[in-house]
C-alpha cells in the first residue's frame, strides 16, 4: 500500500511540475474548439443563457417567481459542470491514447488537463448563470460568498472523480455507453428542475440517496435560502474525501498498466 501511495504521489509531483503545459494544454483546447468563431468562447455564455434562458422566462413562465428561476439557473450550472466532466472523463485515456503510448507524461497531467477545460467553461457558464439569476430578479448578497466556497469544494472534487472515470473507462470500454447515459437519465432522476418539498415515494428516495443532490444543494441553497444546511456539506466532503482516496490508489496501482489496455 505504501508504495502504492508512493507512486501516485510521485504522479501528482511530477504533474504538478509541469503545470505550465497542461494549462496550455487547456487553453489551447478550448482556443481550437472555438476557431475561426465571431464569439469565440463567448459562445459558451450564449449557450447557457439561450438554454436557462428559455427553459425559464418561456418554458416555466417562471418571471414572477424569481425563487425558481435560481433554483433551475443554478441547479443547471452545477448539473452541466458534474455531467461534462463525467462525460469526457469516461472517454479521457482513449482520446489521449497517443499521448499515452508515445511519451512519458505523467498519467494525471490529462486529469488536470481534462479539469481545467471544465475550469475554463464553467466560467463562461458561470457568468451567464449570474445574468440570469439578476434578470429573474434575485439580488445579490453575501451569501453568493458561500455559494463559491461551495464551488471550490466541488472543482477540489473533481480531479479524482475524472481519475475514477477515466480509469473505468480505459479498463472497459462499455463503461463510456452505460455512463453516458446514465448522465442523461441522471438529468431528470436528480432535483435540477424539480424540488422535493417533503416528497414521499420514489421522489423521497431518488432526494436523499442521490450524491448529486447534495452537491447542488449546497451551491443553491445559500442563494435561495440564505444558508448552508451542514449535513449537505458533510456529506459532499466525505463524498469528496472518498473520492480522493480511491482516486490515488488506482493512481498508484493502474498508472503503468493503462497502456496496455488501450
Not at 418561456?58 to 455531467?83: C, H, K, Q, T
Not at 443532490?213 to 435561495?224: A, G, M, N, Q, W
Request: proline letters at 3%.
Amino acid at each position: 500500500m505504501t508504495s502504492v501511495v508512493g507512486s501516485a504521489f510521485k504522479d501528482v509531483q511530477s504533474t504538478w511540475k509541469m503545470r505550465r503545459v497542461w494549462l496550455a494544454l487547456a487553453t489551447e483546447d478550448i482556443s481550437d474548439e472555438h476557431k475561426r468563431t465571431t464569439l469565440g468562447p463567448i459562445w459558451l455564455l450564449v449557450n447557457y443563457v439561450a438554454f436557462v434562458g428559455t427553459f425559464c422566462f418561456v418554458v416555466f413562465d417562471a418571471r414572477s417567481n424569481s425563487e425558481y428561476v435560481s433554483y433551475v439557473a443554478v441547479g443547471l450550472f452545477v448539473w452541466f459542470y458534474i455531467s461534462d466532466n463525467i462525460n469526457n472523463a469516461v472517454g479521457l485515456f482513449v482520446r489521449e491514447e497517443g499521448f499515452i503510448k508515445g511519451t512519458p507524461l505523467p498519467i494525471s497531467l490529462y486529469v488536470m488537463r481534462q479539469f481545467m477545460q471544465s475550469c475554463i467553461r464553467s466560467f463562461y457558464s458561470l457568468l451567464g448563470c449570474i445574468i440570469i439569476l439578476l434578470l429573474g430578479g434575485t439580488s445579490a448578497d453575501y451569501t453568493w460568498f458561500l455559494s463559491l466556497l461551495s464551488l471550490f469544494l466541488i472543482l477540489l472534487v473533481t480531479p479524482p472523480i475524472i481519475l475514477i472515470f477515466a480509469f473505468l473507462g480505459a479498463f472497459i470500454p462499455d463503461a463510456k455507453f452505460l455512463i453516458q447515459n446514465a448522465m442523461r437519465i441522471g438529468m431528470f432522476l436528480t432535483p435540477v428542475f424539480w424540488s422535493y418539498e417533503n416528497s414521499g415515494g420514489l421522489r423521497h428516495y431518488l432526494y436523499w440517496w442521490n450524491p448529486f443532490t447534495y452537491f447542488l444543494e449546497i451551491v443553491r441553497d445559500p442563494i435561495i435560502e440564505g444558508y448552508i444546511h451542514s449535513f449537505d456539506f458533510m456529506v459532499c466532503v466525505s463524498l469528496g474525501i472518498f473520492a480522493w482516496l480511491l482516486g490515488v490508489y488506482l493512481l498508484g496501482k493502474l498508472k503503468k498498466e493503462v497502456v496496455f489496455v488501450l
